[in-house]
């Protein structure tokens, strides 16, 4: 089975542009979160989408957001970034039964 | 406000040793608590799962405990292992439609195992 996957892996931008991030859930999965996680701290949650709704939203700007897609994949946008935006951004995928969240491997973001 | 804290933040011990991680939270109504190992730079593994209802799961040398009433979990790794070398994550997420999906972790306990 392919776990939960994203793409890239790293990514170098400057302050003010805009990225998008994108993750393919474990197939079957329905729902999708991000998190995003500052070296040397644990990951704070950014949202989390089910069946292509948005079913929680974490204490972030609104330079942030998210979308998923028919086939569950979903993507993360970020506009207007800041210097602390660089950080590792993970993605989890949870099943329908006893909801473990499993994650990706994470896209590293630099912003220069 | 849930606020998950892992004590102690780094740990090193010698290869054999039987370790406990430990982990506390301040609002026991939680779903559910989940165990992750993150190796530098990488994503979350999970290792264990613990319903609300639940006191304890076993994978392997790994056991982890939860008692709801104190707000308190912990890992317990068996005969440790150089390969054990990682940062452990606990993350608990609460109960309630608002918390849905949403993990609250903890800062990690970064183990050393010295061969």
């Known amino acids: 089975d392919t776990g939960v996957t994203q793409s890239p892996t790293h990514l170098i931008k400057t302050r003010g542009q805009q990225v998008t991030l994108r993750c393919s859930p474990i197939?079957?999965?329905?729902?999708v979160s991000w998190y995003q996680q500052v070296l040397g701290q644990g990951p704070q949650f950014i949202f989390q989408?089910?069946?292509?709704?948005?079913?929680g939203r974490g204490n972030f700007p609104d330079r942030f957001s998210a979308r998923q897609f028919p086939n569950y994949s979903s993507e993360l946008n970020v506009n207007a970034l800041l210097l602390g935006d660089s950080a590792l951004y993970l993605c989890?995928?949870?099943?329908?039964?006893?909801?473990?969240?499993?994650f990706g491997p994470g896209t590293r973001l630099t912003v220069l | 406000k849930q606020e998950v804290t892992q004590i102690p933040a780094a740990l090193s011990v010698p290869e054999g040793e039987n370790l406990v991680l430990n982990c506390s939270f301040t609002?026991?109504?939680?779903?559910?608590l989940q165990w992750f190992r993150q190796d530098p730079g990488k994503g979350l593994t999970s290792l264990l799962l613990?319903?609300?209802?639940?006191r304890e799961q076993t994978s392997g040398r790994l056991n982890a405990s939860l008692d709801k009433s104190s707000g308190r979990s912990t890992l317990y790794i068996a005969a440790s292992q150089p390969g054990d070398s990682a940062t452990y994550l606990c993350a608990v997420i609460g109960s309630g439609s608002s918390n849905t999906g949403k993990l609250i972790f903890g800062q990690g306990t970064t183990l050393q195992v010295k061969p």
């Open positions: 989408y089910y069946e292509k709704e948005e079913r």
């Open positions: 613990i319903q609300s209802s639940q």
């Open positions: 609002d026991s109504a939680i779903y559910n």
């Open positions: 197939s079957g999965h329905k729902s």
């Open positions: 989890a995928s949870e099943g329908d039964r006893e909801n473990e969240q499993f």
